[in-house]
Protein backbone atom coordinates (compact mmCIF):
# COMPACT_ATOMS: atom_id res chain seq x y z
CA UNK A 1 0.00 0.00 0.00
CA UNK A 2 1.16 3.41 -0.32
CA UNK A 3 -0.29 6.25 2.26
CA UNK A 4 -0.81 9.74 0.97
CA UNK A 5 -0.06 12.02 3.56
CA UNK A 6 -2.49 14.49 1.94
CA UNK A 7 -1.09 17.60 5.00
CA UNK A 8 2.00 17.39 3.38
CA UNK A 9 0.98 16.57 -0.12
CA UNK A 10 -1.52 19.32 -0.45
CA UNK A 11 -5.65 18.00 -0.97
CA UNK A 12 -5.52 19.51 -4.31
CA UNK A 13 -4.70 16.50 -6.36
CA UNK A 14 -6.71 13.81 -4.60
CA UNK A 15 -8.56 12.67 -7.71
CA UNK A 16 -5.74 12.47 -9.73
CA UNK A 17 -3.03 11.08 -6.88
CA UNK A 18 -5.41 8.11 -6.21
CA UNK A 19 -6.23 7.31 -10.25
CA UNK A 20 -2.39 7.43 -10.40
CA UNK A 21 -1.27 5.49 -7.51
CA UNK A 22 -0.05 2.21 -8.43
CA UNK A 23 -1.32 0.32 -4.91
CA UNK A 24 -4.06 0.92 -2.93
CA UNK A 25 -3.63 4.03 -0.95
CA UNK A 26 -4.26 5.17 2.85
CA UNK A 27 -4.97 8.40 2.68
CA UNK A 28 -3.89 10.60 5.66
CA UNK A 29 -4.71 14.03 6.34
CA UNK A 30 -2.90 14.65 10.03
CA UNK A 31 -3.52 17.83 11.96
CA UNK A 32 -0.30 19.64 13.94
CA UNK A 33 -1.55 17.81 17.39
CA UNK A 34 -0.91 15.38 15.72
CA UNK A 35 2.64 15.71 14.16
CA UNK A 36 1.32 16.42 10.69
CA UNK A 37 0.88 19.92 9.00
CA UNK A 38 -2.63 20.63 8.16
CA UNK A 39 -3.52 24.14 9.07
CA UNK A 40 -7.36 23.58 7.83
CA UNK A 41 -10.51 23.78 9.19
CA UNK A 42 -11.84 20.13 10.98
CA UNK A 43 -14.89 20.38 9.10
CA UNK A 44 -12.38 20.42 5.97
CA UNK A 45 -10.58 17.94 7.16
CA UNK A 46 -13.04 15.49 7.69
CA UNK A 47 -14.69 16.42 4.39
CA UNK A 48 -11.28 15.75 2.24
CA UNK A 49 -11.51 11.79 4.32
CA UNK A 50 -14.80 10.99 3.47
CA UNK A 51 -13.98 12.32 -0.17
CA UNK A 52 -11.02 9.90 -0.06
CA UNK A 53 -13.08 6.81 0.57
CA UNK A 54 -15.65 7.90 -2.00
CA UNK A 55 -12.97 7.98 -4.51
CA UNK A 56 -11.49 4.26 -4.16
CA UNK A 57 -8.88 4.78 -1.74
CA UNK A 58 -8.83 1.47 0.33
CA UNK A 59 -8.46 3.28 3.88
CA UNK A 60 -8.55 6.44 5.39
CA UNK A 61 -6.66 7.05 8.55
CA UNK A 62 -8.64 9.24 11.15
CA UNK A 63 -7.08 9.89 14.60
CA UNK A 64 -9.15 8.43 17.70
CA UNK A 65 -10.00 11.95 19.14
CA UNK A 66 -11.99 12.94 15.85
CA UNK A 67 -13.59 9.78 15.23
CA UNK A 68 -16.79 10.26 16.79
CA UNK A 69 -16.64 13.17 13.19
CA UNK A 70 -16.90 10.71 10.72
CA UNK A 71 -19.85 9.99 8.78
CA UNK A 72 -21.62 6.61 10.85
CA UNK A 73 -22.44 5.64 7.31
CA UNK A 74 -18.92 4.98 6.03
CA UNK A 75 -17.51 1.58 6.07
CA UNK A 76 -15.36 1.06 8.79
CA UNK A 77 -13.33 -1.66 7.77
CA UNK A 78 -11.91 0.68 5.38
CA UNK A 79 -10.60 3.09 8.85
CA UNK A 80 -7.95 3.12 10.69
CA UNK A 81 -8.12 4.42 13.64
CA UNK A 82 -4.84 6.21 15.01
CA UNK A 83 -3.27 7.15 18.10
CA UNK A 84 -0.15 9.33 18.36
CA UNK A 85 1.82 10.10 21.76
CA UNK A 86 5.29 12.07 20.54
CA UNK A 87 5.99 12.98 24.63
CA UNK A 88 6.72 9.56 25.11
CA UNK A 89 3.94 6.67 26.51
CA UNK A 90 0.68 6.85 27.21
CA UNK A 91 -0.35 6.21 30.83
CA UNK A 92 -2.49 3.09 30.58
CA UNK A 93 -2.53 1.29 26.88
CA UNK A 94 -5.05 -1.23 28.17
CA UNK A 95 -7.40 1.23 27.96
CA UNK A 96 -6.48 2.87 24.99
CA UNK A 97 -7.21 -0.32 23.38
CA UNK A 98 -10.63 -0.91 24.69
CA UNK A 99 -10.92 2.90 23.61
CA UNK A 100 -10.06 2.16 19.78
CA UNK A 101 -11.01 -0.77 19.61
CA UNK A 102 -14.80 0.06 20.53
CA UNK A 103 -14.64 2.50 17.28
CA UNK A 104 -15.16 -0.89 15.49
CA UNK A 105 -12.56 0.52 12.79
CA UNK A 106 -11.13 -2.01 10.69
CA UNK A 107 -7.21 -1.35 11.93
CA UNK A 108 -6.37 0.23 15.10
CA UNK A 109 -3.07 1.69 14.72
CA UNK A 110 -0.92 3.48 18.02
CA UNK A 111 2.39 5.13 17.85
CA UNK A 112 4.44 7.17 20.36
CA UNK A 113 7.81 8.06 20.96
CA UNK A 114 10.39 6.01 22.70
CA UNK A 115 13.38 7.04 23.83
CA UNK A 116 15.25 3.59 24.97
CA UNK A 117 14.14 0.30 23.49
CA UNK A 118 12.72 -1.80 26.67
CA UNK A 119 9.86 1.41 26.02
CA UNK A 120 8.38 -1.01 23.04
CA UNK A 121 6.57 -2.95 25.81
CA UNK A 122 3.98 -1.02 25.05
CA UNK A 123 4.00 -2.41 21.35
CA UNK A 124 3.84 -5.67 22.64
CA UNK A 125 0.84 -5.00 24.82
CA UNK A 126 -1.30 -3.47 22.43
CA UNK A 127 -0.69 -6.21 19.96
CA UNK A 128 -0.85 -8.86 22.14
CA UNK A 129 -4.55 -7.53 23.00
CA UNK A 130 -5.71 -7.40 19.69
CA UNK A 131 -4.36 -11.06 18.37
CA UNK A 132 -6.42 -11.99 21.35
CA UNK A 133 -9.00 -10.28 19.68
CA UNK A 134 -8.47 -11.13 16.39
CA UNK A 135 -8.28 -7.10 15.34
CA UNK A 136 -6.06 -5.67 12.66
CA UNK A 137 -3.41 -3.39 14.40
CA UNK A 138 -0.54 -1.52 14.29
CA UNK A 139 1.91 -0.31 17.00
CA UNK A 140 4.82 1.38 16.58
CA UNK A 141 7.45 2.83 18.92
CA UNK A 142 8.80 6.51 17.05
CA UNK A 143 12.59 7.31 17.06
CA UNK A 144 16.27 5.27 17.17
CA UNK A 145 15.08 3.00 20.32
CA UNK A 146 11.75 1.89 18.81
CA UNK A 147 13.44 0.59 15.17
CA UNK A 148 12.84 -2.56 15.67
CA UNK A 149 8.80 -2.32 16.32
CA UNK A 150 8.84 -1.03 12.86
CA UNK A 151 10.80 -4.20 11.27
CA UNK A 152 9.56 -7.16 13.58
CA UNK A 153 5.74 -6.50 13.13
CA UNK A 154 4.63 -9.63 11.28
CA UNK A 155 7.21 -11.22 14.50
CA UNK A 156 5.02 -9.05 17.17
CA UNK A 157 1.43 -9.77 15.59
CA UNK A 158 1.07 -6.32 13.83
CA UNK A 159 -0.78 -6.14 10.66
CA UNK A 160 1.26 -3.74 8.82
CA UNK A 161 4.46 -1.63 8.97
CA UNK A 162 5.05 2.23 7.88
CA UNK A 163 8.28 2.78 5.80
CA UNK A 164 9.93 5.25 3.99
CA UNK A 165 10.02 5.57 0.35
CA UNK A 166 13.47 6.77 0.56
CA UNK A 167 16.83 8.52 2.98
CA UNK A 168 15.35 12.05 3.80
CA UNK A 169 11.47 12.70 3.55
CA UNK A 170 10.30 10.50 6.61
CA UNK A 171 7.06 10.97 7.28
CA UNK A 172 8.21 10.22 11.06
CA UNK A 173 11.12 9.71 13.19
CA UNK A 174 12.74 6.39 13.11
CA UNK A 175 11.57 4.86 9.72
CA UNK A 176 13.24 2.72 8.26
CA UNK A 177 13.02 2.75 3.83
CA UNK A 178 11.02 0.16 2.35
CA UNK A 179 14.13 -0.75 0.87
CA UNK A 180 16.25 -1.35 3.50
CA UNK A 181 12.59 -3.40 5.43
CA UNK A 182 13.00 -5.71 2.46
CA UNK A 183 16.79 -5.99 1.61
CA UNK A 184 18.16 -5.91 4.63
CA UNK A 185 16.02 -7.73 6.94
CA UNK A 186 13.42 -9.56 4.86
CA UNK A 187 10.80 -7.87 6.87
CA UNK A 188 8.02 -8.92 4.98
CA UNK A 189 9.15 -12.96 5.05
CA UNK A 190 9.42 -12.67 8.78
CA UNK A 191 6.97 -14.47 10.98
CA UNK A 192 5.50 -15.44 14.73
CA UNK A 193 8.30 -18.27 14.69
CA UNK A 194 11.12 -16.34 13.68
CA UNK A 195 13.83 -15.94 16.14
CA UNK A 196 14.72 -12.60 16.80
CA UNK A 197 18.60 -11.73 17.83
CA UNK A 198 20.14 -8.07 17.91
CA UNK A 199 22.62 -6.11 18.98
CA UNK A 200 22.77 -3.80 22.24
CA UNK A 201 24.64 -0.95 22.67
CA UNK A 202 25.04 3.24 22.90
CA UNK A 203 25.05 3.97 20.21
CA UNK A 204 24.22 1.19 17.88
CA UNK A 205 23.89 3.16 14.23
CA UNK A 206 27.56 2.65 13.33
CA UNK A 207 27.24 -0.76 13.74
CA UNK A 208 27.58 -3.52 11.40
CA UNK A 209 26.21 -6.88 12.49
CA UNK A 210 22.91 -6.24 10.45
CA UNK A 211 24.64 -6.25 7.22
CA UNK A 212 26.41 -9.50 8.59
CA UNK A 213 23.95 -11.54 10.16
CA UNK A 214 20.71 -10.93 8.44
CA UNK A 215 22.95 -11.74 5.19
CA UNK A 216 24.31 -15.22 6.62
CA UNK A 217 20.91 -15.99 7.73
CA UNK A 218 19.56 -15.25 4.47
CA UNK A 219 22.48 -17.23 2.55
CA UNK A 220 21.56 -20.58 5.25
CA UNK A 221 17.78 -19.66 3.70
CA UNK A 222 17.24 -19.13 8.00
CA UNK A 223 14.21 -17.51 8.62
CA UNK A 224 16.08 -15.55 12.12
CA UNK A 225 16.42 -11.55 11.92
CA UNK A 226 19.28 -9.42 13.78
CA UNK A 227 18.08 -5.19 14.65
CA UNK A 228 19.69 -3.25 16.80
CA UNK A 229 18.54 -2.07 19.79
CA UNK A 230 20.18 1.37 21.23
CA UNK A 231 19.78 0.58 25.04
CA UNK A 232 20.60 2.88 27.86
CA UNK A 233 18.50 1.12 30.76
CA UNK A 234 20.11 -2.53 30.32
CA UNK A 235 18.17 -3.75 33.91
CA UNK A 236 15.08 -2.81 32.30
CA UNK A 237 15.98 -3.96 28.67
CA UNK A 238 17.17 -7.84 30.10
CA UNK A 239 14.02 -8.07 31.93
CA UNK A 240 11.30 -6.65 29.46
CA UNK A 241 13.20 -7.07 25.61
CA UNK A 242 15.56 -9.71 26.36
CA UNK A 243 13.69 -12.93 27.37
CA UNK A 244 11.76 -12.68 24.02
CA UNK A 245 15.30 -12.82 22.05
CA UNK A 246 17.14 -15.70 21.30
CA UNK A 247 20.21 -13.92 21.44
CA UNK A 248 22.22 -10.71 21.37
CA UNK A 249 25.70 -9.20 20.76
CA UNK A 250 26.75 -6.31 23.06
CA UNK A 251 29.09 -3.27 22.57
CA UNK A 252 29.96 -0.08 24.02
CA UNK A 253 29.25 0.40 27.19
CA UNK A 254 27.66 -2.22 28.12
CA UNK A 255 29.98 -5.06 27.50
CA UNK A 256 30.95 -4.80 31.32
CA UNK A 257 27.41 -3.74 32.57
CA UNK A 258 25.61 -6.31 31.60
CA UNK A 259 27.60 -9.18 33.52
CA UNK A 260 25.37 -8.23 36.22
CA UNK A 261 22.69 -10.02 34.51
CA UNK A 262 24.13 -12.94 33.11
CA UNK A 263 23.20 -16.36 34.96
CA UNK A 264 26.35 -17.87 33.92
CA UNK A 265 29.03 -16.82 31.86
CA UNK A 266 32.00 -19.09 30.23
CA UNK A 267 35.21 -19.21 31.82
CA UNK A 268 36.85 -16.80 29.65
CA UNK A 269 33.91 -14.43 30.30
CA UNK A 270 34.72 -15.04 34.46
CA UNK A 271 38.65 -13.80 33.46
CA UNK A 272 38.06 -10.99 31.22
CA UNK A 273 34.63 -9.47 32.91
CA UNK A 274 32.96 -8.64 29.94
CA UNK A 275 30.71 -10.19 27.78
CA UNK A 276 30.01 -9.22 24.18
CA UNK A 277 27.52 -12.48 23.36
CA UNK A 278 24.69 -13.37 25.61
CA UNK A 279 22.65 -16.36 24.53
CA UNK A 280 18.96 -16.66 25.61
CA UNK A 281 18.08 -20.50 26.83
CA UNK A 282 14.67 -20.37 28.65
CA UNK A 283 14.94 -17.81 31.43
CA UNK A 284 18.64 -18.01 31.39
CA UNK A 285 21.19 -15.31 29.91
CA UNK A 286 24.07 -16.91 28.86
CA UNK A 287 27.24 -14.82 28.64
CA UNK A 288 29.98 -15.42 25.94
CA UNK A 289 33.50 -13.55 24.36
CA UNK A 290 34.17 -13.97 20.85
CA UNK A 291 35.86 -10.68 21.28
CA UNK A 292 39.11 -11.85 22.54
CA UNK A 293 39.39 -15.33 20.38
CA UNK A 294 38.56 -12.76 17.46
CA UNK A 295 41.21 -10.56 18.14
CA UNK A 296 43.87 -13.79 18.15
CA UNK A 297 42.98 -15.47 15.64
CA UNK A 298 43.40 -12.59 13.44
CA UNK A 299 46.96 -12.27 14.46
CA UNK A 300 47.63 -16.01 14.50
CA UNK A 301 46.53 -16.32 10.88
CA UNK A 302 49.35 -14.56 9.72
CA UNK A 303 51.70 -15.09 13.00
CA UNK A 304 51.71 -18.39 15.83
CA UNK A 305 52.11 -16.14 19.15
CA UNK A 306 53.48 -18.55 21.34
CA UNK A 307 56.86 -17.54 22.44
CA UNK A 308 56.69 -14.14 20.72
CA UNK A 309 56.30 -10.73 22.56
CA UNK A 310 53.56 -8.54 22.33
CA UNK A 311 52.98 -4.72 23.02
CA UNK A 312 49.26 -3.94 23.86
CA UNK A 313 48.70 -0.01 23.44
CA UNK A 314 45.88 0.83 25.96
CA UNK A 315 44.27 -0.35 29.29
CA UNK A 316 40.45 -0.18 28.36
CA UNK A 317 38.40 -3.25 27.26
CA UNK A 318 39.60 -4.51 24.20
CA UNK A 319 42.74 -4.81 25.63
CA UNK A 320 42.11 -6.92 28.61
CA UNK A 321 40.08 -9.09 26.05
CA UNK A 322 42.98 -9.86 23.89
CA UNK A 323 45.95 -9.69 26.62
CA UNK A 324 43.99 -12.05 28.33
CA UNK A 325 43.87 -14.16 25.72
CA UNK A 326 46.97 -13.53 24.16
CA UNK A 327 48.80 -15.13 27.63
CA UNK A 328 46.27 -17.82 27.42
CA UNK A 329 47.72 -18.54 24.47
CA UNK A 330 51.39 -18.66 25.07
CA UNK A 331 52.73 -14.94 24.29
CA UNK A 332 54.65 -12.64 27.10
CA UNK A 333 52.69 -9.47 26.48
CA UNK A 334 53.68 -5.91 27.86
CA UNK A 335 50.95 -2.95 28.00
CA UNK A 336 51.21 0.48 27.89
CA UNK A 337 48.63 2.66 28.40
CA UNK A 338 47.80 6.38 28.40
CA UNK A 339 46.65 6.33 31.89
CA UNK A 340 49.74 4.83 33.05
CA UNK A 341 48.01 3.11 36.22
CA UNK A 342 45.45 1.72 34.52
CA UNK A 343 48.57 -0.35 32.60
CA UNK A 344 49.85 -1.46 35.46
CA UNK A 345 46.22 -2.62 37.30
CA UNK A 346 45.83 -4.84 34.10
CA UNK A 347 49.44 -6.39 34.20
CA UNK A 348 48.38 -7.13 37.76
CA UNK A 349 45.35 -8.65 36.87
CA UNK A 350 46.35 -10.39 34.02
CA UNK A 351 50.19 -11.46 34.53
CA UNK A 352 51.44 -9.28 32.10
CA UNK A 353 54.04 -6.62 32.48
CA UNK A 354 53.38 -2.98 31.90
CA UNK A 355 55.74 -0.20 30.84
CA UNK A 356 55.36 3.84 30.75
CA UNK A 357 53.94 5.12 27.41
CA UNK A 358 57.49 6.82 26.37
CA UNK A 359 59.54 3.65 27.01
CA UNK A 360 58.07 1.72 24.61
CA UNK A 361 60.56 3.20 21.99
CA UNK A 362 63.88 1.84 23.86
CA UNK A 363 61.67 -2.07 23.64
CA UNK A 364 61.54 -4.37 20.82
CA UNK A 365 58.28 -6.52 20.03
CA UNK A 366 57.60 -8.74 17.55
CA UNK A 367 53.49 -8.05 17.37
CA UNK A 368 52.13 -4.17 18.55
CA UNK A 369 48.36 -4.67 19.11
CA UNK A 370 46.66 -0.87 19.36
CA UNK A 371 43.14 -0.85 21.18
CA UNK A 372 43.01 2.10 21.87
CA UNK A 373 40.42 4.54 19.75
CA UNK A 374 42.85 6.73 18.19
CA UNK A 375 42.75 7.13 14.33
CA UNK A 376 39.24 6.02 14.27
CA UNK A 377 36.73 8.32 12.22
CA UNK A 378 36.58 11.38 12.33
CA UNK A 379 40.14 11.33 13.43
CA UNK A 380 41.49 9.86 10.64
CA UNK A 381 44.80 10.94 10.64
CA UNK A 382 45.64 10.37 13.93
CA UNK A 383 48.07 7.59 15.03
CA UNK A 384 48.74 6.24 18.77
CA UNK A 385 52.38 5.95 18.03
CA UNK A 386 54.90 7.33 15.68
CA UNK A 387 56.09 5.56 12.86
CA UNK A 388 59.87 5.36 14.68
CA UNK A 389 58.45 3.77 17.63
CA UNK A 390 56.45 1.09 14.89
CA UNK A 391 59.63 -1.78 15.68
CA UNK A 392 57.69 -5.20 15.47
CA UNK A 393 57.67 -6.96 12.22
CA UNK A 394 53.43 -7.50 12.81
CA UNK A 395 50.93 -4.72 13.18
CA UNK A 396 47.08 -5.43 14.28
CA UNK A 397 45.03 -2.50 15.11
CA UNK A 398 41.51 -2.92 16.19
CA UNK A 399 40.03 0.01 15.02
CA UNK A 400 38.08 -0.91 12.48
CA UNK A 401 36.46 2.69 11.05
CA UNK A 402 38.48 3.07 8.86
CA UNK A 403 39.89 -0.29 7.76
CA UNK A 404 43.33 1.10 6.74
CA UNK A 405 44.01 3.50 10.30
CA UNK A 406 47.40 5.75 10.24
CA UNK A 407 49.13 3.30 11.97
CA UNK A 408 48.50 0.29 9.43
CA UNK A 409 49.69 2.60 7.08
CA UNK A 410 52.66 3.79 8.92
CA UNK A 411 53.15 0.29 9.68
CA UNK A 412 53.35 -1.10 6.22
CA UNK A 413 55.65 1.17 4.81
CA UNK A 414 58.25 0.17 7.48
CA UNK A 415 57.80 -2.62 5.86
CA UNK A 416 55.64 -5.08 8.68
CA UNK A 417 53.13 -7.53 8.26
CA UNK A 418 49.30 -5.40 8.80
CA UNK A 419 46.15 -6.43 9.90
CA UNK A 420 43.27 -4.60 10.29
CA UNK A 421 40.55 -4.34 12.96
CA UNK A 422 37.95 -5.27 10.14
CA UNK A 423 39.30 -9.13 10.75
CA UNK A 424 39.18 -9.03 14.14
CA UNK A 425 35.44 -7.78 13.81
CA UNK A 426 34.68 -10.75 11.04
CA UNK A 427 36.22 -13.30 13.46
CA UNK A 428 34.26 -12.40 16.69
CA UNK A 429 30.99 -12.03 14.59
CA UNK A 430 31.72 -15.19 12.76
CA UNK A 431 32.31 -17.17 16.53
CA UNK A 432 28.62 -15.11 17.39
CA UNK A 433 26.95 -16.78 13.88
CA UNK A 434 27.91 -20.48 15.37
CA UNK A 435 26.77 -20.03 18.96
CA UNK A 436 23.45 -18.41 17.47
CA UNK A 437 22.81 -20.86 14.68
CA UNK A 438 25.02 -23.89 15.06
CA UNK A 439 26.33 -23.26 11.53
CA UNK A 440 29.84 -22.00 10.08
CA UNK A 441 29.21 -18.73 8.45
CA UNK A 442 30.35 -17.87 4.60
CA UNK A 443 33.21 -15.82 5.23
CA UNK A 444 32.65 -14.51 1.79
CA UNK A 445 29.10 -13.33 2.58
CA UNK A 446 30.66 -11.76 5.74
CA UNK A 447 33.37 -9.37 3.68
CA UNK A 448 30.12 -8.71 1.09
CA UNK A 449 27.98 -7.77 3.63
CA UNK A 450 31.12 -5.63 5.31
CA UNK A 451 32.05 -3.76 2.01
CA UNK A 452 28.45 -2.84 1.80
CA UNK A 453 27.27 -5.00 -1.45
CA UNK A 454 25.74 -7.58 -0.02
P1 LIG B 1 37.72 1.70 26.28
O1 LIG B 1 37.47 0.63 27.27
O2 LIG B 1 37.03 3.00 26.44
O3 LIG B 1 39.33 1.97 26.25
C1 LIG B 1 39.89 2.98 25.45
C2 LIG B 1 41.42 2.94 25.55
O4 LIG B 1 41.93 3.87 24.60
C3 LIG B 1 41.98 3.34 26.91
O5 LIG B 1 43.13 2.59 27.18
C4 LIG B 1 42.32 4.81 26.69
O6 LIG B 1 43.37 5.28 27.51
C5 LIG B 1 42.82 4.78 25.26
N1 LIG B 1 42.74 6.09 24.62
C6 LIG B 1 41.61 6.77 24.30
N2 LIG B 1 41.95 7.95 23.70
C7 LIG B 1 43.31 7.98 23.65
C8 LIG B 1 44.26 8.93 23.17
N3 LIG B 1 43.86 10.07 22.60
N4 LIG B 1 45.58 8.64 23.25
C9 LIG B 1 46.01 7.48 23.83
N5 LIG B 1 45.15 6.56 24.33
C10 LIG B 1 43.83 6.81 24.24
O7 LIG B 1 37.37 1.20 24.80
P2 LIG B 1 37.41 -0.31 24.23
O8 LIG B 1 36.08 -0.97 24.44
O9 LIG B 1 38.63 -0.99 24.73
O10 LIG B 1 37.51 -0.03 22.65
C11 LIG B 1 38.69 0.50 22.09
C12 LIG B 1 38.62 0.44 20.56
O11 LIG B 1 38.52 -0.91 20.14
C13 LIG B 1 37.43 1.14 19.95
O12 LIG B 1 37.88 1.90 18.85
C14 LIG B 1 36.52 0.02 19.48
O13 LIG B 1 35.74 0.40 18.35
C15 LIG B 1 37.56 -1.02 19.11
N6 LIG B 1 37.02 -2.40 19.09
C16 LIG B 1 37.14 -3.08 17.92
C17 LIG B 1 36.66 -4.37 17.84
C18 LIG B 1 36.78 -5.12 16.54
O14 LIG B 1 36.07 -6.12 16.35
N7 LIG B 1 37.67 -4.74 15.66
C19 LIG B 1 36.06 -4.99 18.96
C20 LIG B 1 35.99 -4.26 20.15
C21 LIG B 1 36.49 -2.96 20.21
P3 LIG B 1 43.09 5.91 28.99
O15 LIG B 1 42.99 4.73 29.92
O16 LIG B 1 44.26 6.77 29.24
O17 LIG B 1 41.79 6.67 28.89
Known sequence: MIELRLDLIGPRHLPLLLSACPKPAVVTCRTRLEGGAFRGSESDRIAILHAALNLGAAYIDIEL???????????????????????????????????????????????????DSWKMVDVLTFLEL?????????????????????????????WATYAAAEVGPEAAPGQVTGRTLRRVYRAPALTRRTKVFGVIGNPVRQSKGIYLHNALFHNDHL????????????????KV??????????TVPHKEKNMHYLSSVSGDVATIQAANTVLVRGKRFVGENTDAPGALDAIEARLAVRGKHMLILGAGGAARAIVHEAIKRGCAVTIANRTGSR?????????ARSIAW?????????????????????????????????????????????????????????????????EMYINQAARQYVLYTGRTPSLAVMKRALRGDA
Do not use: C, W
Open 65 to 115: GAFSRVKETIDLKRVIVSAHFFGGRTRDVKSLYRRMKATHAGVLKFAYSAS
Open 223 to 238: NDVYVRFPVVDVGRFM
Open 241 to 250: IAPRLSGFSV
Open 358 to 422: KEMVRQRFDIIVNTTSVGMIPHINRSPISPREITAQVVFDVVYNPPITKLLRDAQRRGATIIPGT
Open 343 to 351: AQQLARATG
Open 130 to 158: ANRDGRKAIAIAMGEAGEPSRILYKNLGG
